[in-house]
């Protein structure tokens, strides 16, 4: 019924659930940005490190081929041999070649990795580790680069790019060359020029496997940028590829990566001690797509968190709000009018208060319930006694006698007077049944009857009824000051020697009238001035029988401060104080709940 | 209070519908999409460099664009049936696309139809069939390779010249095209008289027959144009052992141990190569494309190189002719 109003509940969920939301985004964009950072890195670092790998494998095989040059350069026999401009026999000349051959191919032996050393002399001489081989007639030594650069050099070892091999009849293999000049000891005589071929197929084996993700791989470029080693070699000469060479030559040892959108590479140059160029190449793309891997889990593992966040939220105001539902779904029954409810106790501290004073609420509106019940019943009954009590048969018996008494003795006007106030007295009481009637009627009520009172009892009784104008049109319940005269006649004055007077007064307050009956009758002792107090029932019928209805009906029906005080002087006289409130006009519907 | 729980079970639906739409999408992109090829060759017989260097390619291309990749081939390139046979259970196995390098031009036509209706993308390789039904076809443009040839033997023609062609099969489309573009740059040329087309019949030793003839029978031949290795090297081994080295020049096609041979003793001027690392990397490249619906050209020309004696060992040169590093 209040759809416009947001539940506890609702409140509580979707503060928990954006808190949980706003804390799993911060999260995951932490994470994500963390990992990315991370992949990033660590794919760097172990592109590094592979490359590193792969420079110390080339590098031992290029040693290899250095110390080889190192121990050909200072052999004693390859010197004499080379430098020597002619020999002595033939067989000197062939014994230096035999011996010079052993030495290379002592070097050979079990390094399947050489493909041939060989020296070449500047007078025309021919050495090879390998017998076997012959030299290609038809290709030009002098013009191969490689024994052009170790000329040039002077002594120094030079490394070539990969090439094909032609110098020997029948083949054409792939090698790298090591070339250096060979200088006569006092380094005055150039010599020749001595060669060993690595076998590139094992390199070329070497880097085949190595695959830098799903698609990256490893290229090799020599000082001038030629390529040693790449695996899309073709595709670069045809230029369906391109390779950053410049780029690569410029950067000395480090990490770029090329700008191509989607198809970026990130190029890890290592730069070797011979000039060649080591380079691990990885796609952006897969580092991305790595990176999408883990975004992805994140979300995932984010979504996850705030169903399972929202879940609990869900159970825990759940558990707040279902004691609180509960207690409403009570309170519809207290509503609905069943008071016989108790709500049973709850485990949290502020759900058990609230029912245990719910509870109590409960009991109270039920016992106020009952005792308006009560109450009501109270007034009838009293009504009924008080209708009673006017229609006294003892009092109507008596005044019907002394009409029959007066009519005998022929006073036919005291008669006349007696029996029309009797008959006023009636009507009066019967006229419209209503509760509240006008103080002016009420004493009219009491002059009919004091009236009669008097002509029986003649000089015996004696009454003033001072009313002020002000408080006649005040309301008033009704038979209330008859009872009081007829008890101050019946107790007091008929107990007395002598004359009795009666005096019906009033006072005022802002709030309230006090009528005030007072007579100088007999009075009472205090232990008949307490009994007065006692509720009707504890007494016996007859005597103040009356007088206590007066009151209980004064109480029950303005409540407890209004009603009768008594003072009364044994021997001397009783006054009555009636108190009620200051009330004008019945108010319409008031009256007619009371009649009905 | 009814409303909160519809408010909430609805918004976890909705995000566990969003956790499984996702993943799904992901997998799909990442597991579904890796494209299954076939590639069936004329021959994987691993002494013929040609269709090695090939394979090579289509391997490198798979690598890089995440391609499934068989490769079959027959035990010889003129195994027809055998190939057919193949054709027909790559169909079975229902790849995303077949690579096809065609044994015959005529009779592989009815099975490559049978790819396409299969709705398995066709990509040509090589050697093309008598249909229009592949949806790629990369190639050496034959004509353009048959005119470099040609230009090649113009170049070394002073006055007059004879100019004899062995080719190796009749009916095969590449042969045929060479012939036509060597007949574009030297027909209707004064001074040169084309001698006719010899046909080698497949084998060169049938090609070392007919130049032997042919040179014993005209003495004034200027040049021979082998249209593709066989014949080359089999008017090579003619030229050589009738003396003739220098005074009869020899253009050739493709690459081999002989030719180069051949080309470093000075036997051979020039020849033309094809680039088949190109092929087969182009060719899944194509077939990838294919499959992802891309447009892709319907005739792709990997090219041709003229090499001769003096380019022969340089360094863009050596990986064409020389493409073994583990041969020796």
């Not at chain 1, 500047?122 to 052009?148: A, C, H």
Request: charged share 20%.
């Amino acid at each position: 019924m209040f759809s416009r109003l947001p539940s506890i509940q609702t409140n509580m969920v979707l503060a928990s659930v954006a808190l949980i939301i706003m804390t799993s985004i911060m999260m995951s964009v932490t994470s994500f940005y963390l990992t990315k950072d991370s992949v990033n890195s660590t794919a760097q670092t172990y592109t590094t490190e592979l490359v590193k790998q792969v420079n110390n494998n080339i590098k031992s095989y290029i040693n290899g081929m250095k110390y080889m040059s190192d121990l050909v350069a200072g052999n004693y026999a390859v010197q004499a041999y080379l430098s020597s401009a002619s020999f002595n026999s033939l067989k000197e000349e062939k014994d230096y070649k035999e011996a010079i051959s052993e030495m290379l191919g002592a070097m050979l032996v079990s390094r399947t990795d050489i493909s041939s050393a060989n020296i070449f002399g500047y007078g025309g001489q021919f050495v090879s580790g390998r017998k076997e081989l012959e030299l290609n007639p038809n290709v030009d030594i002098t013009s191969m680069n490689w024994y052009r650069n170790a000329k040039s050099m002077g002594g120094q070892s030079v490394i070539s790019s990969s090439h094909v091999q032609p110098i020997f009849k029948d083949r054409y293999p792939w090698v790298v060359s090591l070339s250096r000049e060979l200088v006569s000891k006092e380094g005055n005589k150039k010599l020749g020029v001595f060669l060993v071929d690595l076998n590139f197929s094992v390199m070329n084996d070497m880097f085949k496997d190595i695959r830098l993700g799903q698609r990256g791989y490893l290229f090799i470029i020599d000082s001038d940028g030629k390529i040693v080693y790449h695996p899309q070699q073709q595709l670069i000469y045809s230029n369906l590829k391109t390779e950053m060479i410049d780029k690569v030559l410029e950067v000395r040892n480090g990490t770029f990566i090329s700008s191509q959108g989607s198809e970026s590479r990130m190029y890890t140059v290592q730069d070797s001690e011979f000039g060649w160029k080591i380079v691990g190449v990885s796609y952006v793309s897969e580092l991305a797509e790595n990176q999408n891997n883990v975004l992805l889990s994140i979300i995932v593992l984010g979504i996850i968190c705030i169903i399972i966040g929202i879940m609990i939220s869900l159970f825990l105001s759940q558990r707040v709000s279902q004691p609180i539902k509960r207690l409403q779904g009570y309170m519809k029954e207290v509503e609905k009018g069943n008071f016989d409810i108790h709500v049973p106790g709850h485990k949290t501290v502020e759900i058990q208060r609230l029912a245990r004073a719910f509870n109590m609420m409960v009991g109270k509106i039920k016992e106020l319930m009952q005792q308006t019940v009560l109450d009501q019943e109270q007034k009838r009954k009293s009504e009924i006694i008080a209708l009673q009590a006017q229609i006294n048969p003892h009092f109507l018996y008596n005044t019907l006698d002394s009409i029959v008494w007066m009519a005998e003795s022929n006073k036919s006007r005291e008669v006349v007077l007696m029996t029309s106030a009797l008959a006023k007295l009636f009507r009066s009481s019967i006229s419209k049944g209503e509760e509240l009637v006008a103080i002016k009627t009420e004493i009219e009520h009491i002059t009919n009857y004091l009236m009669i009172q008097k002509m029986r009892y003649k000089n015996k009784l004696d009454y003033h009824i001072e009313i002020s104008e002000a408080i006649q049109e005040y309301r008033i319940i009704k038979i209330i000051i008859q009872p009081l005269i007829e008890n101050a006649i019946y107790h007091g004055i008929k107990m007395k020697q002598g004359p009795g007077f009666i005096r019906v007064a009033c006072e005022e307050t802002d709030t309230d009238i006090i009528l005030i009956v007072e007579d100088n009758g007999n009075g009472m002792d205090e232990e008949k001035l307490k009994s007065l107090h006692l509720p009707a029932s504890v007494t016996e019928g007859g005597r103040g029988v009356g007088v206590r209805n007066v009151q209980e009906r004064l109480k029950l029906y303005y409540g407890a401060q209004y009603g009768l005080t008594y003072h009364s002087v044994l021997g001397v006289g009783t006054t009555v104080y009636i108190r009620i409130p200051k009330i004008r006009q019945v108010l319409e519907d008031e009256r007619h709940g009371r009649n009905s | 209070m009814a409303g909160i729980h519809k408010w909430v079970t609805t918004a976890v639906a909705l995000l566990l519908i969003a956790v499984a739409v996702f993943v799904y999408g992901h997998n799909g992109l990442s597991s579904k999409q890796k494209i299954e090829v076939t590639v069936i060759l004329k021959t994987i017989d691993t002494s013929v460099e040609f269709w090695q260097v090939l394979i090579d390619g289509v391997h490198e291309a798979a690598q890089e664009f995440n391609v499934n990749v068989q490769v079959w081939g027959t035990k010889s390139e003129t195994d027809v049936d055998e190939q057919i046979a193949l054709v027909e259970k790559a169909i079975q196995n229902r790849p995303d696309a077949i690579v096809l390098a065609a044994t015959d031009y005529e009779r592989l036509v009815p099975v490559a139809e049978k790819i396409k209706k299969s709705g398995i993308k066709l990509i040509i390789v090589d050697s093309g069939i008598n249909s229009d039904s592949a949806d790629s076809i990369v190639t050496t443009d034959n004509v353009s390779a048959g005119r470099e040839a040609g230009e090649a033997m113009k170049s070394l023609i002073k006055d007059q010249a004879k100019i004899a062609i062995i080719s190796y099969v009749k009916s095969a489309a590449s042969h045929i095209d060479r012939e036509k573009g060597v007949h574009e740059v030297l027909e209707d040329h004064p001074g040169i008289e084309m001698l006719g087309t010899y046909n080698g019949e497949g084998s060169e030793q049938n090609s070392y027959l007919l130049a032997m003839e042919m040179l014993q029978e005209h003495n004034d031949v200027f040049g021979i144009i082998g249209l593709n290795e066989p014949t080359t090297v089999g008017a090579g081994r003619a030229i050589q052992e009738l003396g003739l080295k220098g005074k009869v020049q020899l253009i050739g096609f493709d690459s081999s141990f002989n030719e180069i041979k051949l080309l470093d003793e000075g036997v051979m001027n020039a020849t033309v190569l094809q680039r088949p690392f190109q092929m087969g990397y182009l060719s899944i490249k194509t077939a990838m494309e294919v499959v992802k619906g891309k447009k892709a050209a319907k005739l792709i020309d990997t090219g041709s190189l003229l090499i001769t004696k003096q380019n022969m060992y340089e360094e863009e040169n050596q990986k064409l002719l020389f493409p073994f590093v583990g041969n020796e």
